[in-house]
Structures are given as structure tokens and as C-alpha cells.
């Protein structure tokens, strides 16, 4: 993580399974910025219902654990709404957020708003969210984000993951799509204000129980100068 930290999370729900997420809004929640205040309750949510058999089950399952992530986020959005003082014709806090669940070889991207979540494979980056805002030319428009209505509106897609890939979260997408070695630079650089998260997918521990060790499981990386120089020059000669 790089920046504003309480604005990234990472929360490790299963033996291969982990929830990342980036939060960027405007206003608060009893004086806490709203994003800080929603992975807070994201975060809370998770350990609530990692206790439950059913839940544990989901979220090391592919095939339910997108369901399972939405119902807690849709959970926290409705929360966090509550405890703002939005309504019908003024919003006073909301947030974008997007979040990545990667579990045994897949990374469900749950997105909404203009943070963004990018893939760096053999040195080629490929976004894997959208710009939720509208440009008018003058100021940009977000028709939706976490917190605004108590209904969640969120954009949900996934993709394979190998050993190797590395999935950066950011708090804004970069003007122009960035090629790897422009993605890490910037992650490099990111200042206080930013909002920056990245991880590598690693080969899994055949002898884990439970674990199937041809399927990858993820790492969150403290990203310093030496950790970005490594990468960097991953990517590159991946690149060639």
C-alpha cells in the first residue's frame, strides 16, 4: 500500500481467498472521512460473517463467492447510507469504491465510481474497471457510487488469475491507458493523497491442507523502492 492507507484493504477471508479493496469519496461519517468509515465497516462485516459455516464455504467456491461479496457489500452500502444525512435531492457523503476477491485462480472485480483496478500480465496491463463518471467537459458527473441510495449499484466481472499477474487497485483512474512500466511508476511515486494497492499472485502451497496447489493464491505486497524496482523490471522483461 502506498499513500492514504486507511483508504486501502486487504482482508484474507479463506486459505485462498482474499478480499482487496481502494475507496475514494467526499464528506463523513461521525467525523470519520466516508471511505475510511466503509472499509471499516467492510472490513467488520467480513470477520462477522467469516464465523459462519455457510459464508466460509462460499467464499472459497468460485462459483458463490461473488454472490456471497455482493450481499456484504450491498450490506455495508445500506448501513453506511443510513448513517449519512443523504437523501433524495442532497447527497452529503458517498464513495467509489472497487474491490477485487480472488479465490482459487479467479479475481471477482466489483466496481463503482472512478476508482479503478488494473492487471499487469507478461507486461501488459489491461483495466479491469470502468470510468463511472460523466465528462461534460467542465466537471464530471457520477451518476453512482456507495452511499448515495440504500440500494447497491455496482458493476461485478472476473477473470482468470495465474501465477505471476499482478492486480494494482488505484483511488482514480490514470489518464490514458498506461503501459507497465508507467503503471508502476506511478505506484512509485504515489503521494500521501493517493490511494494505492498492489499485489502478486503467487504459486499456492501444495502441502496447505485444502489448498490445490495448481491454483495461484495472492499476496499483498508493501510496496517500497525496492519491491517497485523488482517489479518493474518483472514486467519489463516480461514485456520483451
Known amino acids: 500500500m502506498r499513500g492514504d492507507r486507511a483508504s486501502c484493504l486487504t482482508v484474507r477471508l479463506g486459505r485462498q481467498s482474499w478480499l482487496l479493496a481502494v475507496a475514494r469519496g467526499f464528506g463523513s461519517i461521525d467525523g470519520t472521512p466516508i ?16 464465523r459462519g459455516r ?25 448501513d453506511v447510507h443510513a448513517r449519512t444525512a443523504s437523501h433524495d435531492d442532497y447527497v452529503t457523503a458517498a464513495a467509489s469504491l472497487t474491490a477485487v476477491f480472488a479465490v482459487r485462480g479467479y479475481a471477482y472485480v466489483l466496481h463503482s465510481g472512478t476508482t479503478a483496478a488494473y492487471l499487469i500480465r507478461n507486461g501488459i496491463v489491461t483495466p479491469l474497471t470502468d470510468d463511472d463518471a460523466l465528462h461534460d467537459g467542465t466537471a464530471a458527473l457520477l451518476p453512482r457510487a456507495l452511499g ?93
Open 148 to 240: 448515495t441510495t440504500p440500494t447497491l449499484e455496482m458493476t461485478v466481472s472476473n477473470v482468470r488469475v495465474g501465477e505471476d499477474d499482478v492486480v494494482v487497485l488505484l483511488g482514480r483512474r490514470i489518464e490514458r491507458e498506461p503501459d507497465a512500466a508507467r503503471l508502476l511508476h506511478y505506484v512509485e511515486f504515489a503521494g500521501p493523497s493517493e490511494h494505492v494497492l498492489l499485489a502478486r499472485f503467487e504459486r499456492a502451497d501444495a502441502q496447505a491442507e485444502d489448498i490445490e496447489p495448481s491454483k495461484p493464491s495472492i499476496s499483498p505486497i508493501a510496496i517500497g523502492r525496492i519491491a517497485i524496482a523488482a517489479l518493474l523490471a518483472l514486467a519489463l522483461v516480461l514485456a520483451r
Open 35 to 50: 471511505e475510511r468509515a466503509l472499509l471499516a465497516r467492510l472490513r467488520q462485516e467480513c470477520e462477522r460473517r467469516i
Open 54 to 78: 455457510k459464508f466460509r464455504r462460499a467464499v472459497d467456491r468460485p462459483r458463490e463467492a461473488a454472490a456471497a461479496m455482493l450481499s456484504v457489500v450491498a450490506r455495508v452500502n445500506s
